[in-house]
């Protein structure tokens, strides 16, 4: 079965602190794959996608995501964390053949201390 | 720019309750679905429009019927709420080409008692 797997339910890091986020999937060929950010009591927001090409995809905020297809994973990182990165970052994958539906992960909820 | 509209944005049901939740778009796509989020579980496909005109079936549909009125609008309607369709619902659009994202409104948090 497909299926979207975010193995951290919560992180926490520390202002100024490096952060990775892990997500692996498991679908027969290489999926679209999205990072989204969801605020408190908002909707969620694109972040990065990686479709094909450089394995190395930037984003916005700062955030980068690494595409592994070895590892079926597809981590997103930041090199220094903001108080405003606290928020649920969700990871969502569509199939190659049918991209109409995303298949999310359960999220990673990120809290950052001072 | 509004994007993805939602209304209402809360809503507290007592079971058996029927209430139909709205969703409209100005971006011009083709494309718009249906999420709940639970604690835990992400976000769940309940229903997606591709394109005007058509609806399809998504990982948890049932207890829900949806409407694409227009290429706008896209609405879910709960017939006989549930307790267990307390939930956070979420609707996107999507332009249509394949390597496009989808755009989420903020949410409409409903609370069946």
């Known amino acids: 079965a497909q299926s979207v797997t975010q193995p951290d339910i919560h992180i926490t890091v520390s202002e100024g602190a490096s952060l990775e986020l892990r997500c692996n999937y498991s679908?027969?060929?290489?999926?679209?794959l999205f990072w989204y950010v969801q605020s408190p009591g908002q909707g969620l927001q694109l972040l990065l996608k990686?479709?094909?090409?450089?394995?190395l995809v930037q984003g916005i905020k700062g955030f980068e995501a690494e595409f592994k297809r070895s590892q079926s994973s597809f981590n997103l990182r930041k090199p220094s964390v903001h108080w405003s990165d606290a928020a649920e970052y969700f990871c969502a994958v569509a199939p190659s053949s049918n991209d109409y539906k995303l298949s999310f992960g359960a999220g990673t909820t990120v809290t950052v201390r001072a | 720019n509004a994007g993805v509209t939602q209304t209402p944005k809360f809503q507290v049901l007592k079971t058996g309750q029927s209430m139909t939740l709205q969703c409209a778009q100005d971006?011009?796509?083709?494309?718009m679905y249906w999420y709940r989020q639970d604690p835990g579980m992400g976000l769940r496909l309940i229903y997606y429009?591709?394109?005007?005109?058509?609806?399809d079936k998504g990982e948890v549909p049932n207890g829900y019927n949806v409407s694409r009125l227009n290429k706008r609008e896209f609405s879910l309607r709960l017939e006989s709420a549930a307790p267990s369709q307390t939930s956070v619902y979420f609707c996107a659009s999507r332009i249509g080409q394949v390597r496009q994202p989808q755009h989420f409104g903020d949410g409409t948090r409903l609370s069946i008692l």
């Open positions: 429009s591709a394109s005007e005109g058509t609806t």
């Open positions: 990686y479709f094909s090409g450089d394995t």
């Open positions: 679908y027969g060929a290489t999926p679209y």
């Open positions: 971006m011009n796509h083709n494309s």
